[in-house]
T-cell receptor
Framework: DVKVTQSSRYLVKRTGEKVFLECVQDMDHENMFWYRQDPGLGLRLIYFSYDVKMKEKGDIPEGYSVSREKKERFSLILESASTNQTSMYLC??????????????FGDGTRLSIL | SQQGEEDPQALSIQEGENATMNCSYKTSINNLQWYRQNSGRGLVHLILIRSNEREKHSGRLRVTLDTSKKSSSLLITASRAADTASYFCATDLTGGGNKLTFGTGTQLKVEL
């Protein structure tokens, strides 16, 4: 079974702090994704990565950055946390295929509160 | 605006009944996927239907896709209390490079 592990289920940080959310996958897949989930808005893509050292902006990248130094690990960084970044953060991975048609596999999420 | 919009937003049924959820989207797709999310957990992939397919089954799940209407439906037959969850459709857009665009979800409650 695919395993996607997010480092924390719950996290509380203060405004202005630099926050790191870590995600590790065990499938040796190329694609990794970070989403945030808010009530009434569904999942929104923050950043994604097709390979090591590669990153691309999603729909809402402002206030976030990412790092992919190893294939299995994709980190989301909140450079200076703000209260409007309080949310559920979900990491996902998937195989990269030219013809697409690949499901994504998700971690259990990190519920982040910024005070 | 959301690429995928689910309807209804919330659905409450009795155990044993069938549950139908609908999803509409706006642009050309490679495939459409359905996911389930239990409260406070990550999403679990249920079923994927390609753009050239019209219907797909998996256990008690039946998914249809109508590309002319840009819509899909998920039918759960003989529902159980354990089916209580949120269900999301996600579209893999043509030329989107394996990215998915999710809708806002349908909250299903199955009562005993």
């Amino acid at each position: 079974d695919v395993k996607v592990t997010q480092s924390s289920r719950y996290l509380v940080k203060r405004t202005g702090e630099k926050v790191f959310l870590e995600c590790v996958q065990d499938m040796d897949h190329e694609n990794m994704f970070w989403y945030r989930q808010d009530p009434g808005l569904g999942l929104r893509l923050i950043y994604f990565s097709y390979d090591v050292k590669m990153k691309e902006k999603g729909d809402i990248p402002e206030g976030y950055s990412v790092s992919r130094e190893k294939k299995e690990r994709f980190s989301l960084i909140l450079e200076s946390a703000s209260t409007n970044q309080t949310s559920m953060y979900l990491c996902a991975e998937g195989a990269r295929r030219a013809n697409s048609n690949q499901p994504q596999h998700f971690g259990d999420g990190t519920r982040l509160s910024i005070l | 605006s959301q690429q995928g919009e689910e309807d209804p937003q919330a659905l409450s049924i009795q155990e044993g009944e069938n549950a139908t959820m609908n999803c509409s989207y706006k642009t050309s797709i490679n495939n459409l996927q359905w996911y389930r999310q239990n409260s406070g957990r990550g999403l679990v992939h249920l079923i994927l239907i390609r753009s050239n397919e019209r219907e797909k089954h998996s256990g008690r799940l039946r998914v249809t896709l109508d590309t002319s209407k840009k819509s899909s439906s998920l039918l759960i037959t003989a529902s159980r209390a354990a089916d209580t969850a949120s269900y999301f459709c996600a579209t893999d857009l043509t030329g989107g490079g394996n990215k998915l665009t999710f809708g806002t979800g349908t909250q299903l409650k199955v009562e005993l």
